[in-house]
């Protein structure tokens, strides 16, 4: 494991006032810390990225979702600031070798220190082997005994049941592992997902919405699921794996999906589940940059992160 500090080069853009905070850009209002220097009470929305894609190399995917984080930072840098609380950015983990499992131990010790610093971690992956260290810090905050929904806006369910943990075994390891977790997994394709696969989603009490139908009803079944699912847990976290999103709008994915979600759909989910109020924390995972055509996927994503910013426990009306 590595972990690289916040560097300022990540943050810059276009200037419309200097003292106006209502004109500001997220890079006029970010901080940059380490993570052994946060503050008790900071109040803030806390980035770390997680520069990881071993988990992808094990399940055969293609390579390059580790040169995420910094770049979608760099997308992040010139939004417009429109939430309330502070950013703080503290760095990177990166993943040494294929030390997979140590990096999202060290991932998870990382977040639960923002979670006790009362910062709400915003995790740019890496692969989505990302889940599992963002679902380790909090656990550990949490406690052994609360309740944790996990919510995954995917096209796949991740449950693969394979010698070694990769992006395609979390959700498995963690039901198999944690009584106490719950999985609800929106945008699920048919032909993204092998007959056992949903045999074991099954087995395992994993609820799931098919993509076909998550805009059916004008999303109202969605949401009822959603509220359904959100209202039996203590906490719940929210990953979105950019992959269940159509590759005409996110080609630069690991696994890109002819038939995936619309970037308006994702955003209206986002903004949804971002509401409410027992959410704890968000990652994003698989946008590979090295597969991006024109920077489409790295900019999605960053505007996908600033619907979370905005939208976070802002109870609906």
């Known amino acids: 494991m590595i972990y690289t500090l916040p560097d300022q080069q990540h943050w810059s853009g276009r200037i419309d006032s200097e003292s106006d905070r209502s004109a500001f850009r997220l890079h006029q209002i970010v901080t940059l810390k380490n993570i052994e220097q946060l503050n008790e009470n900071e109040s803030a929305f806390g980035l770390v990225g997680f520069e990881c894609e071993e988990g992808v190399r094990r399940n055969k995917g293609r390579l390059g979702a580790a040169l995420a984080p910094n770049k979608i930072r760099r997308f992040l840098s010139n939004l417009p600031y429109t939430f309330d609380k502070k950013l703080i950015d503290t760095g990177n983990i990166a993943c040494e070798g294929n030390q997979l499992e140590k990096a999202q131990e060290e991932l998870g010790s ?180 090295v597969y991006d055509e024109g920077d489409r996927t790295i900019r999605l994503a960053a505007y996908l992160v600033a619907e979370v910013l905005h939208h976070y426990n802002k109870i609906q009306t």
């Open 110 to 289: 990382h977040i639960s220190k923002l979670y006790r610093h009362s910062c709400v971690p915003i995790i740019l992956g890496g692969g989505h082997e990302t889940l599992y260290g963002h679902y380790l810090g909090a656990r550990k905050h949490i406690g052994p005994h609360a309740s944790l929904g996990i919510i995954n806006i995917d096209a796949h369910f991740d449950m693969r049941q394979d010698p070694l943990p990769s992006s395609g075994t979390m959700f498995r390891q963690i039901l198999e592992e944690d009584e106490q977790a719950g999985y609800l997994c929106i945008g699920i394709q048919e032909l993204g997902n092998t007959k056992a696969l949903f045999e074991a989603a099954d087995q395992l009490g994993c609820t799931y919405i098919y993509e076909e139908d998550v805009a059916a009803n004008d999303f109202l079944n969605t949401f009822r699921e959603i509220d359904r699912f959100a209202a039996q847990y203590d906490y719940v976290i929210l990953t979105l794996c950019t992959d269940s999103i159509l590759a005409d709008a996110a080609p630069g994915v690991s696994a890109p999906s002819p038939f995936g979600l619309e970037p308006k759909t994702v955003k209206i989910l986002l903004k949804y589940i971002a509401a409410k109020n027992n959410l704890l924390s968000f990652d994003i995972s698989e946008v590979n940059p």
